[in-house]
Structure formats: C-alpha cells, structure tokens
C-alpha cells in the first residue's frame, strides 16, 4: 500500500487529501471513497462517519493507531476493486498527472535523524525541491500511535530540515536506492538497513535513517537535476547555487 498527500483543482477551489496510488497509477481519494463506500451501506451521515474512520490526512490516520491504518488497507482495496470494473469516477480518483503530489506528510509531528538530531519539521520539502548542499540520500521511517512504525519513504536531510518523498510504504521496500545526476549514478542496496534497530515512534513522526556511504557525484553545477529513486518512489530535485562543493566539482 502507498499512501501519500495530494492536492488538485476543483474548479476555483483546491483539494488536499489522504490518497493512494492505485494500479492504474490513479490516485485515490479514501477519504471521499470512505464516505461512498459507507453511504452504500446505508450508513447515516456517512461523510461525518468517513471523516472519523478515513480521515483526508495521513498525521490523523497515524495517530488512529493500527486499527485506522487497517481501515485506510480496506478502503484501499475497494477502490483497487472499483478501479478495476472502470467505473471509479475522475472525482473520486484523478489521474496522476491532474494532482500535485506533496511530501507523504507535510508536518511531521516531529523529524529527526536516528543519532538524535532534531530537524526543522516546518520546513520539510517534496518534489521539486532545491538542494543546499550535496545530496545524501536515505530512507525514512514514519511513526504510528502505540510507537510502532508505519511505513517508510525516500528522503534526504537538507537545509536543517528534510525532502521526504511522495509515497509511504507500508512494507519494508526491496531492491536498491539509486542517486544520479546526468549520466553518473550511485547506487546501495535498500537491505542495507535491514536489521537496523530503530526506537519507538511517535505517531506521525519521521525520522531519517543513517545515509549510506556513496561516492560524491562529480561535475554537480547550480540548477543541476538530482533524482533519487527506489522501486516505489522517485525525487527530482535540483541542486542550488549552495550546494556546490569543492569535493563534488
């Protein structure tokens, strides 16, 4: 399961909600599915209901704890089911390219890295995002109420702060974390972190995960392109005028 933060137009006002992304490469607003799926079933008041059970936001599903998480995984699977009968309206499901994809939580209820450091939870970027300083990438975990974690996403530390990626896993993610810029890549294996011991979370909190050891990208100038993916997820980032390092050039 993926599960993300998205806004999109809806004629002169803005959507933001809790979404995942669907087989289709959809993306599905669970909060308003939630509130359909509950009116089918004769439920009263289902939107009031929905917004209780699915929230349209992933810190508030977080901190319902595994029950709330189990609920998203249901309403998860009926709009797989939906999408797949190609009845799933454009309302409740738009398509990838008509939705601006945010960090998979926006604000953390607190970020740090795993030695301790706190980090500006405030400032967290996404997509898009322009780098201060040579790229490190990592992977995150997100925390659920009841200190366990609920999944994972890319990420890197910047500025003080973090870029978080778009998608939060549900499952420890396979393969490798690939960082490249033009045609120089680096890669580790995401099993690296595999066995790490992490402590007990606070619902909705992010904490970054060491970086591994990768040799510097060469050649990097200002406004170069970055992009730092796993099988799951992609970041396309771009280096400032700051992020130029004697070691890196």
């Known amino acids: 399961m993926f599960l993300g933060t998205a806004v999109w137009a809806e004629g002169p006002v803005e959507r933001r909600a809790l979404v995942a992304r669907l087989a289709s490469g959809r993306v599905a607003d669970l909060n308003r599915i939630e ?72 604000r953390p209820a607190s970020l740090r890295r795993l030695d301790g450091l706190s980090l500006d939870r405030l400032g ?22 009841g200190g366990a974690i609920a999944g994972f996403c890319l990420a890197l530390e910047a500025g003080g702060s973090a870029v978080l990626g778009a998608w939060m896993t549900d499952e420890w993610p396979t393969g490798s974390l690939e960082l490249r810029a033009g045609a120089t890549r680096r890669t580790a294996p995401l099993k690296a972190w595999e066995g790490l011991e992490l402590p007990a979370l606070r619902a909705g909190e992010v904490m970054l995960l060491p970086p591994p050891r990768l040799k510097p990208l060469p050649n990097l100038v200002a406004g170069a392109e970055v992009r730092l993916s796993a099988g799951f997820d992609t970041l396309v980032l771009r280096l400032g005028a700051e992020g130029i390092h004697p070691t890196v050039q």
Do not use: F, I, M, N
């Open 124 to 145: 967290v970027g996404g997509q898009g995002a322009e780098l201060s300083g040579p790229p490190q990438p990592c992977l995150a975990a997100v925390g659920l109420a």
């Open 35 to 106: 509130a359909v799926r509950l009116r089918k079933l004769g439920e009263g008041e289902p939107e009031r209901l929905a917004e209780a059970l699915v929230p349209a936001s992933l810190r508030r599903v977080l901190e319902g704890g595994p029950r709330a998480l189990a609920r998203v995984r249901q309403t998860v699977a009926y709009a797989e089911k939906w999408d797949r009968r190609g009845t799933l309206p454009e309302a409740l499901a738009p398509a990838a390219s008509s939705a601006d994809l945010l960090p998979c939580l926006p």
